[in-house]
């Protein structure tokens, strides 16, 4: 009540400066006006103070005399109102918005807890698993100098040769969809270039760019081994059996005393040559057959399309399977 009958107070004194400051900013620079004006300046104010009154009446009834509810929240409404009209004759009077009457304290902000920073726990990286060691015994029959554990490292293929490559597997595969359906079925999915260099670091050698680009489109063969596709009867392998071939070889070489060979094993008799990149069948001669990867697929790609034949054998199609028949 003691708070209701505060802010009546500070309403009624608010609207009387109001007022005051709005018949100051009202006179003229001139001699006092007539009589007559002074009565009704007189009338004005004594309304003025009729209605504080009555307001200041208002509050003090609803304080004494407790009606309910409803009359406190008319009463607390009634001095809301004095409170803004009040604001709003001083505005209009000095052309400047009052500081209001009772400011509400702010509250108190809550105190924010110190965090203290911490570094990010590193997540531990695995490292590569490498070709020898406990967990990775050598196969039967592989000596341990067969058995190489170099760093694997991705080597860029050179846009050009890639392209060619491709180029030629494009030729190859649009035969074979439209003649040898069942054949084209089999073409492996794309190699990995990691898979690719894992395996020369496990043989010590690096993979020609044509290579590692035709390996980087069909990983090898997939499907039964009747339905495969082959390079005039010549399997194609996928870099593991590269890799394991080129093992078969080592032991074999080691075996005999022999060095390590450089060549790899890309097909049942053919072979690269790590060192040029020339495509060989060394079980049958020591001559190269191609100068390299690329030109032997592009020569496959011509026997397919124009019918002549290739290691001796000419391509033929029965029940949607490609089959490569001897010539005469």
Not at 123 to 130: E, M
Not at 276 to 289: C, E, K, L, N, Q
Request: aromatic fraction near 4%; charge should be positive; hydrophobic fraction near 45%.
């Amino acid at each position: 009540m003691l708070k209701l009958l505060r802010l009546a107070l500070t309403a009624a004194i608010l609207t009387a400066i109001a007022v005051r400051l709005r018949r100051r900013a009202r006179m003229p620079g001139k001699p006092p006006a007539p009589p007559a004006p002074q009565v009704a300046g007189r009338t004005r104010m004594g309304l003025v103070w009729a209605a504080i009154a009555g307001v200041v009446a208002l509050t003090l009834a609803a304080a004494i005399i407790p009606t309910g509810p409803q009359v406190l929240a008319e009463a607390q409404s009634a001095v809301y109102q004095a409170q803004q009209s009040a604001m709003t004759v001083a505005m209009g009077a000095n052309g400047q918005s009052p500081a209001p009457a009772m400011p509400t304290p702010a509250m108190p902000m809550p105190a924010m807890p110190t965090t203290t920073s911490i570094a990010p726990t590193p997540t531990p990286v695995a490292p590569t698993p490498t070709a020898t060691g406990p967990a990775a015994t050598p196969p039967l029959g592989i000596p341990a100098a067969c058995m190489l554990s170099g760093r694997a490292t991705v080597r860029p293929i050179s846009p050009r040769v890639r392209a060619a490559v491709d180029r030629q597997w494009r030729r190859i595969e649009r035969w074979l969809r439209e003649h040898a359906p069942r054949t084209y079925a089999s073409l492996g999915a794309p190699g990995r270039a990691g898979t690719i260099a894992l395996a020369e670091a496990q043989t010590g050698l690096e993979f020609p760019d044509d290579l590692r680009a035709s390996l980087l489109r069909h990983n090898g063969m997939s499907g039964p081994p009747a339905a495969r596709f082959g390079f005039g009867g010549e399997q194609v392998l996928g870099v593991r059996e590269i890799r394991d071939q080129w093992r078969d070889s080592c032991a074999a070489r080691v075996g005999r005393g022999d060095p390590i060979g450089r060549l790899i094993r890309v097909g049942t008799l053919i072979e690269v040559d790590a060192d040029t990149g020339h495509v060989v069948a060394s079980m049958v001669r020591p001559d190269p057959i191609w100068p390299s990867y690329h030109a032997m697929l592009r020569d496959m790609a011509d026997a397919l399309e124009q019918g002549r034949p290739v290691f001796g054998a000419r391509a033929t199609v029965k029940g949607g399977l490609l089959r490569w028949s001897e010539t005469l």
